[in-house]
């Protein structure tokens, strides 16, 4: 899915400002401008062949919705519509979610924020196409797990975590804990740049119940918001990280964090067991080549033997520079999976490591981070950047988490 086509985008409508828009994105690499049309109840030939993705409509009342041209929009095409309004935007806003708009955007606006929010509603309706099912909302208010695994080394689970981890702290606002589980050979802290002062091993060998209090001593905290629990310095310390002390570990942090993102060992251990337990969303990564598209089949088979939820499973492909090019479809058929995500392979990724930043922070416009963004917002709504601050003083309502199939 996370193709780099640009997304087409007609614009409809008038208001001040609009032009500036228009001139904005037609010279920005991810947008294409496929249509313009002031009224677009006379254009709804050209709007319907378009092949629009996103509908930009400007309108010069920001206090109701023009809902005539709405209709004629909706008429041409079922691309989802975006407002855009220079006027004061009292109360539009819910009153044009209500009525299935996608976003209102008021102006003046960034071009980068303006690109997001397109961005963000074209990565909405593909997670929706995606599925079967919708994106649905957790009722709970408890933070998620968010579990990578693969039966393969090397195919870029802690490049993956830890970058997700970055993302979901930095773009969705939430409070994140990034959990190393590669007990032997976790490398999280290194890839995010933190000393490993303390472990998942001191955490576990305190002695007495772990409560969030406990935990929060033991947390690494990094400067995009992740706070890290990295892997035993010493690998013969890992034997001695109990799952029962694992599973504990994840049902505290479910207290006190919006999503815990669990990095993992290329094999099933019992704490990858006890994680699974645990787990809302696991991301199954493959490369593809046949050797892991055979192991991934098999770890299906044993998810499903141990009754592990199938709609909570989304394979992710990660292109990781390798050679490597299966088919897409012939995957899909094999591992009778769709593809909920696809990391292209860049050079960026193996320059971030180097310099122990995490790949967004490194490379922000880079393709992997695109794509990562696109995962970030599937699971988690985006907040804008004013809301964050509040939300990492915990002073914002618990997240919205979407969990939705993928097969
Ligand atoms: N999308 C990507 N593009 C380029 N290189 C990648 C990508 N993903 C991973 N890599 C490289 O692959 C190697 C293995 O990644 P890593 O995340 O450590 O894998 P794993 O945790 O599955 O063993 C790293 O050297 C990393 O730089
Ligand atoms: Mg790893």
């Known amino acids: 899915m996370a193709e780099q086509a640009p997304i087409k985008v007609f614009i409809t409508g008038a208001c001040a400002g609009l032009a500036e828009v228009r001139q904005a994105l037609s010279t920005h690499p991810d947008i294409e401008i496929v249509g313009t049309a002031v009224e677009p109840g006379k254009a709804d030939q050209k709007l319907a062949a378009s092949g629009a993705s996103i509908v930009l409509h400007g309108s010069a009342r920001g206090d109701r919705l023009p809902a005539a041209e709405i209709e004629s929009i909706r008429h041409a095409t079922a691309a989802p519509i975006i407002l855009v309004t220079s006027g004061a935007a009292g109360g539009l806003l819910g009153e044009a979610l209500s009525a299935g708009i996608a976003d209102v955007i008021m102006l003046p606006q960034l071009t980068d924020a303006l690109v997001f929010t397109i961005q963000k509603t074209a990565a909405m309706v593909a997670a929706r196409a995606a599925g079967p099912t919708m994106a649905l909302r957790s009722s709970s208010s408890e933070g998620k797990v968010l579990t990578v695994f693969s039966p393969k080394g090397g195919v870029g689970k802690s490049v993956i975590a830890t970058s997700l981890a970055t993302q979901i702290a930095r773009r969705c606002g939430r409070r994140v804990l990034l959990v190393d589980l590669d007990l032997q050979f976790g490398d999280v802290a290194i890839m995010m740049g933190v000393e490993p002062?303390?472990?998942?091993?001191?955490?576990?060998?305190?002695?007495?119940?772990?409560?969030?209090?406990?935990?929060?001593?033991?947390?690494?905290?990094?400067?995009?918001?992740?706070?890290?629990?990295?892997?035993?310095?010493?690998?013969?310390?890992?034997?001695?990280?109990?799952?029962?002390?694992?599973?504990?570990?994840?049902?505290?942090?479910?207290?006190?964090?919006?999503?815990?993102?669990?990095?993992?060992?290329?094999?099933?251990?019992?704490?990858?067991?006890?994680?699974?337990d645990r787990t809302d969303r696991l991301l199954l990564v493959a490369s593809l080549d046949i050797p892991t598209v055979k192991n991934v089949k098999l770890t299906l088979q044993t998810l499903n033997l141990l009754h592990y939820p199938k709609d909570r499973i989304n394979l992710v492909v990660n292109r990781n520079m390798s050679k490597a090019d299966l088919d897409r479809k012939d995957v899909e058929k094999a591992l009778e999976l769709k593809i909920a995500f696809e990391i292209p392979g860049d050079r960026e990724v193996g320059l971030a490591l180097n310099r122990g930043i995490p790949v967004p922070m490194s490379a922000p416009r880079s393709a992997v981070t695109k794509a990562i963004n696109e995962m970030a917002d599937a699971f988690f709504e985006r907040h804008a950047a004013k809301s964050l601050d509040a939300a990492r003083k915990g002073a914002v309502k618990r997240p919205s988490f979407k969990l939705r199939k993928a097969a």
């Open 197 to 276: 002062e303390k472990t998942i091993y001191d955490l576990v060998m305190t002695t007495g119940e772990l409560d969030p209090e406990k935990l929060a001593g033991y947390v690494i905290p990094h400067a995009s918001g992740v706070d890290v629990v990295p892997a035993p310095v010493r690998p013969e310390d890992a034997e001695l990280v109990a799952e029962d002390r694992v599973g504990r570990l994840l049902d505290v942090a479910k207290e006190t964090y919006d999503a815990i993102v669990v990095d993992t060992p290329a094999h099933f251990q019992a704490t990858t067991l006890a994680t699974l």
